[in-house]
DNA sequence: ATAAAGTGACTTTTT
DNA sequence: GTCACTTTAT
């Protein structure tokens, strides 16, 4: 059978699992994707299943659009109807469709992170508790957490005072998503769970649609998308869950690795099947994995193999702070690539805490080269495309209150906290939201409200609503950059950017990268354009086209494979990271972190600690981390940190400048291939003339003044320069 | 109503 | 050392 042939026995045995629950265990590398798209075009080509009756669920939008690309290869296109995407996505699917027999309308918006955080301060304000004591991002954390528990304002357990406060503030946080119309993340699965269990008719519905559910990365589903997985399965049972407990790393976000256990429990009949054989990296990098993950108790030990070979060991190196750290990558890189032996885009740099990646950056734009950083909320997060997201929400749904309060006056027009206070108040005796008063108001002399504003704030939030009635009257179904250029042109966006600073061009930038981003849900409403944004994870921003190196932290790296991976920041206190000092369990998952990290590559890794650290804005001395350790010295080269001098290297030592075993050979002595006064060609930066040319860390640094660009210092052997003309 | 200046939390990871 | 929110001065 075609479909199996190139896969190992035990990947066929998985693709080809009689019907029944199903749990497949499958170690980092060895082809999961494969399996799980290879079973769904079996299903559909051997076994006839309908499309339309798969579900296949996953965790990040990418992996959804690659495993969809995947079947539609196998299968020629054959796929039409197939239920395939993110936990997140499909339930905000369900819920619009769903919609009437919910307390909310079918376009609801989907507040994120920030909104969440701003809603429950207004709803602690409301009820006059004291935001110094209680912190909104806390309060908003406890009422996640117990969403992600399936845990109802109701029936939160009460055993301090606080949790009496936080129960107050759910209960009048859900109701005030209602009146915004609004859900939040955690409320996308929590409906769907609600909804499938209080309305039987509901779930015989969607439990005989799916006859075969397929999910990937299980062992990061929580409570909440474990029962909607047993109540959509509840049915045919066909349920085929793989993963992995040793890379589960979102326990913070109420994923439970248990669930891999309790399915054994609540399926005594679902077959295992173990999938153990690597197809990614070379032996020492699996050794090394295995050594550090072994440490954790509480696990099934599984045997990571390869035909690769052994390959290199691992490096590491200890450099003096995380100016060196990001200097020495960056000059290791450019020696690999210089050397012909990997190309920019192999590298991927991965650290702890976000907060690392500005000084790997620095370094990176230090030496002119490019890099690509992951991490959408970098975008997202903007504060002019968080306003013009707002502009948008608020179209598409005036209820959005928090849309409202983003957007009112920005640019300014003269309403500030005191119109603000008395448009809530009218709002809330007219039992309206602040956005139907605006659109009442925006009826002019026939709008009952005008009078009861001063004569200014009037004038107003009357040309706030006649704005905003505009726009929905002109363009709620026009494509999203429609109405996108409208707002920009009616608010005069652009000249509210400018003030003539460098930010703003490059604010400025952002909004046509939106612009860009709204082009291609030209023939799609507004709505899923709005959805598709809010739920983009950090993942699916990951460009693996640029031939550059990648920046990520370890928890997005999780699915991704480099050639050439360096984990930074190994010290206690950053990995692991100093919250999870107290607390076994996070301790635990700190160290799969790491694991995740090193089974990534397929090459070569390379470690590296810094003596000391910044935090803060102050810079303090660090501990190697206690993970080193456990990685066997005779796959590991370089500085050992245990029993070392390290406190009189602190002072003594040279800067190091590159990432070599010490014993190894020199680098090969190079000579210059340009000379002052060429002319030269960059593919981005034009033309242009060498002033100066010098060999550095062996290393050949071209000075260029570009015609357009004016001087750059490049790096010849990454630059590509072109000789032209005489 | 707004700009300027001050305060305090924040850094773990993100759908 | 930065962001976001609050206070103060205009």
Not at 590 to 605: H, P, S
């Amino acid at each position: 059978m075609e479909l199996l042939s190139g896969l190992n026995p035990q990947q066929q045995q998985a693709v080809t699992a009689v019907s029944g629950p199903t749990l497949v265990l499958a170690g980092p590398g060895s082809g999961k994707t494969r399996v799980l798209t290879h079973r769904i075009a079996y299903l559909i080509s051997h076994l006839g299943i309908k499309p339309y009756n798969i579900l296949a669920v996953t965790f990040t939008n990418k992996a959804a659009k690659e495993m969809g690309a995947r079947v539609d290869d196998l299968l020629s296109g054959e796929t039409r109807g197939l239920q395939l995407g993110t936990f997140h996505s499909i339930c905000a699917r369900l819920l619009r469709r769903e919609a009437e027999r919910l307390p909310f309308d079918a376009n609801f918006v989907i507040f994120d992170d920030d909104d969440q955080v701003s809603l429950v301060r207004q709803v602690i304000k409301d009820l006059d508790i004291d935001d110094k004591s209680y912190r909104p991002q806390a309060v908003q954390g406890s009422i996640s957490r117990a969403k992600n528990e399936l845990i109802l304002p109701d029936d939160y357990p009460i055993q301090t005072y606080r949790d009496e406060v936080v129960q107050r503030v759910y209960l009048r946080y859900q109701q005030a998503l209602l009146q915004n119309n609004a859900l939040d993340f955690d409320d996308l699965l929590l409906w769907v769970a609600i909804l499938l269990e209080d309305q039987p008719a509901a779930r015989d519905k969607y439990a005989r649609q799916f006859e075969h559910i397929l999910v990937d990365e299980f062992q990061d589903t929580n409570t909440v998308q474990y029962r909607l997985l047993k109540h959509l399965a509840s049915f045919h049972r066909n349920l085929f869950v793989v993963g992995d407990a040793d890379q589960s790393i979102y326990r913070w976000r109420g994923a439970d690795y248990r669930n891999v256990q309790r399915f054994e429990e609540d399926f005594p009949d679902a077959a295992t099947i173990l999938l153990e054989q690597n197809y990614r990296s070379t032996q020492n990098i699996l050794n090394a994995a295995m050594a550090v993950i072994d440490q954790n108790h509480f696990r099934v030990r599984k045997e990571l193999f390869t035909d690769r070979g052994d390959g290199v060991p691992l490096s590491m190196q200890e450099v003096f702070n995380a100016r060196e750290e990001g200097g020495l990558i960056v000059n290791t890189i450019a020696r690999l690539v210089g050397r012909g032996e990997h190309e920019p885009g192999d590298f991927a740099i991965m650290y702890r805490t976000n907060a690392q990646s500005r000084s790997l950056e620095e370094a990176f734009i230090h030496a002119n080269l490019p890099y690509k950083l992951v991490g959408a909320q970098r975008f997202y997060g903007r504060r002019e495309i968080k306003d013009l997201l707002g502009y948008l929400r608020l179209v598409y749904n005036p209820n959005d209150e928090a849309s409202l309060a983003r957007v009112i006056n920005v640019p300014r027009r003269k309403i500030g906290g005191k119109t603000m206070t008395d448009l809530r108040t009218v709002a809330v005796n007219a039992g309206l939201s602040m956005g139907g008063v605006l659109l009442d108001l925006a009826r002019g002399e026939k709008s009952e409200f005008l009078g009861t504003f001063g004569k200014g704030a009037a004038a107003s939030l009357e040309g706030f609503g006649h704005l905003l009635a505009g726009w929905r009257a002109h363009h709620i179904d026009s494509p999203p950059l429609i109405l996108l250029d409208q707002v920009l042109a009616d608010i005069d966006y652009q000249s509210y950017l400018d003030d003539g600073s460098e930010e703003a061009t490059d604010r400025w930038d952002n909004v046509q990268e939106l612009r860009r981003l709204a082009a291609e849900y030209a023939d799609r409403p507004l709505g899923e354009f709005l959805e598709s944004i809010a739920l983009v994870s950090d993942q699916d921003t990951v460009d693996q086209s640029a031939n550059v190196p990648t920046l990520l932290t370890l928890h997005a790296a999780k699915g991704l494979e480099f050639p050439v991976v360096f984990i930074t920041g190994l010290e206690d206190g950053t990995l692991p990271h100093s919250r999870s000092f107290d607390d076994p369990e996070e301790m635990e998952e700190e160290r799969r972190l790491f694991y995740v990290g090193i089974t990534r590559a397929k090459d070569r890794v390379y470690l590296s600690y810094a003596l000391n650290r910044t935090t803060f804005g102050y810079s303090e001395p660090t501990e190697p981390s206690r993970f080193l350790d456990d990685i066997p010295e005779n796959i590991l080269d370089g500085h050992n940190p245990l029993g070392t001098t390290r406190y009189v290297e602190r002072h003594q030592r040279q800067r190091q400048d590159e990432w070599e075993r010490p014993n190894s050979p020199a680098a090969a002595v190079i000579q210059p291939t340009y000379r002052a006064g060429q002319n030269v060609r960059h593919a981005a930066w034009g033309n242009g003339m060498v002033l100066n040319t010098k060999i550095e860390d062996g290393e050949e640094i071209v000075d260029v003044f570009f015609e357009e660009a004016g001087l750059k210092k490049l790096v010849a052997s990454l630059a590509r320069l072109e000789v032209v003309g005489k």
